[in-house]
């Protein structure tokens, strides 16, 4: 699954009216109704605030009385095809005073949805698995060298007489550090939901 962490936004202008994409990282129903009413507050003469979002299996999109299935249902066809999670698409319309038609219509809340993901800073969403190492400074300088290679990155970290630290890995890497750690304890903590880019 892919996500945004910061707002991106674009405009589109057809015959007069103005399509004005914006995509934000959402985590909840309340960032979604918030990020609307700002919206609304922010382009306060627009006609339209069509959207969709998709949050960890929760979606939803809304065509805000546009002809029915010409801009929200395209929308979320849109995040879903680009496999995005976390997200909230909003397509502003200030209409410039031609009617498009549905065909028309539609291609365009599109095509502003296209252009507002493909011009964003997209991030992989990566669910890790967090093991806490105590280990020799030895074994750290060695974890530090092999961990670019093998996707491993830390959190947490402790001097003290022995290192101790956090490994954010894959679930099956927990074996493998044992094995290339053996003077190490290695505890499992749970997972841990990050942002790659």
């Known amino acids: 699954m892919f996500s945004v962490l910061e707002r991106n936004e674009t405009t589109l202008i057809r015959d007069r009216s103005s399509f004005i994409g914006i995509l934000l990282h959402s985590t909840s129903v309340e960032s979604v109704k918030q990020y609307l009413t700002d919206i609304k507050k922010q382009y306060p003469k627009a ?12 979606e939803k999109c809304s065509d805000d009385g546009e002809p029915a299935k010409t801009a929200g249902r395209p929308l979320l066809e849109l995040l879903k095809k680009k496999e995005m999670n976390e997200v909230l698409l909003v397509v502003v319309r200030y209409f410039g005073g031609v009617l498009l038609g549905a065909s028309r219509l539609m291609s365009t809340y599109l095509e502003s949805g296209v252009q507002t993901l493909e011009s964003a800073d997209i991030v992989a969403i990566e669910n890790k698995y967090v093991y806490h190492l105590t280990m020799s400074y030895k074994d750290f300088e060695t974890l530090k060298r092999i961990s670019k ?46 942002y790659r880019r």
């Open 47 to 58: 006609k339209h605030y069509c959207y969709a979002y998709v949050i960890n299996g929760l």
């Open 149 to 194: 290679k093998l996707s491993f990155s830390f959190e947490n970290v402790e001097y003290e007489d022995k290192i101790k630290v956090d490994v954010l890995a894959n679930e099956h890497d927990g074996e493998e550090l044992a094995n290339m750690f053996p003077g190490a304890s290695i505890e499992v903590y749970g997972t841990k939901k990050i």
